[in-house]
């Protein structure tokens, strides 16, 4: 017998590298405006499928800012290296589905200076609504396997499939509050994430070498939740390229 199309996807996602991988109907996202839906960048859309992949080292989540930085799903902004390795595997999918005559598209990352706010779909949220995981004191998705240490990319394709069902409940968080104690700016006091204060972190954009900097992941290295590889994004090493 032929596995469903969702069991196809699965199997393929997972073989070519990534680790979890979720489906989210398009009528899920409705709560969003339309320039955030996925049928903005894609009109046939029908579901959503979420892929994302563990960060197991800290240097994996370097930003890379070396050209080229645009064009094909890029960040005009740079992306992280996790962000390239799920690019590749997106793009693998799309063209999976091409050759089976399904429509596909690879999101937009984030909002770009050129489109503002418009075309890309909020992917922790898509996580959310593709049964990956729930939304944590950190403001980050943390799912039951790799807790909040993951990086997440989505394609639209144009054929229903299954929705994946939702995790409704967190038990984590409850009586736990290290993301919290473990911000060095104090950004999720309160039990609510403050944009601005996460940028002034001093971990945030540390220079390692003229293209590629470390952002901060104090809140996401300090979950308890899922399997753990060290996670100390302290880095002994002196960076070379600060002023
Ligand atoms: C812009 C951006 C940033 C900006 C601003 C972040 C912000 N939240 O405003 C800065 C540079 C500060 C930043 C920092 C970080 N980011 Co960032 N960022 C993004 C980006 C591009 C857009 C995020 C956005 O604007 N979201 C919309 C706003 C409204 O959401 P929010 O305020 O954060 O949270 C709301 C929801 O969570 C919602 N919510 C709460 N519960 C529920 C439940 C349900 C059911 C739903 C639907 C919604 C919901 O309510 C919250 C308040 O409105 C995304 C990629 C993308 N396309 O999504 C990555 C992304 C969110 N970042 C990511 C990461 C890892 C980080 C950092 C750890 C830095 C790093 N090392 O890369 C920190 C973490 C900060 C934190 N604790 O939130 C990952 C998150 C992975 C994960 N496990 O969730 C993403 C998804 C990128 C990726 N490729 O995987 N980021
Ligand atoms: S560190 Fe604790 S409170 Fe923060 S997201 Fe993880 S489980 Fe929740
Ligand atoms: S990324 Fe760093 S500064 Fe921002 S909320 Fe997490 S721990 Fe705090």
Request: charged share 20%; hydrophobic share 35%; net charge neutral.
């Amino acid at each position: 017998m032929q596995a469903t199309l969702e069991a196809q996807i699965r199997e393929n996602v997972m073989k070519w590298g990534a680790d979890l991988v979720g489906f989210a109907s398009v009528d899920r996202f409705e709560r969003y405006p339309p320039e955030n839906r996925p049928a903005y960048a894609q009109s046939s859309a029908r579901t959503v499928v979420v892929l994302a992949l563990q960060m197991v080292d800290p240097l994996l989540d370097l930003w890379l800012h070396v050209p080229p930085t645009s064009g094909a799903g890029r960040s005009p902004t740079g992306r992280a290296f996790e962000d390239e390795i799920l690019r590749a595997i997106s793009y693998r999918l799309a063209l999976d589905m091409y050759k089976r005559k399904i429509e596909a598209k690879v999101l937009p990352y984030g909002p770009s200076a050129k489109n503002d706010q418009k075309g890309f779909i909020y992917l922790k949220e898509a996580g959310v609504l593709a049964g990956l995981g729930v939304i944590g004191k950190n403001n980050l998705l943390i799912t039951p396997d790799f807790g909040p240490r993951i990086r997440l990319r989505a394609i639209a394709i144009s054929e229903d499939l299954p929705p994946s069902p939702m995790i409704t409940e967190n038990p984590w968080c409850t009586d736990c509050d290290q993301c919290i104690q473990a911000c060095p700016v104090n950004a999720l006091d309160g039990g609510k994430y403050d944009q601005g204060r996460c940028l002034t972190s001093p971990f945030h954009q540390r220079q390692l070498s003229p293209g590629a900097q470390l952002w901060c992941t104090r809140c996401t290295c300090v979950c308890p939740v899922g399997s753990r590889v060290p996670c100390d994004d302290t880095l002994k090493i002196q960076p070379a390229f600060n002023e």
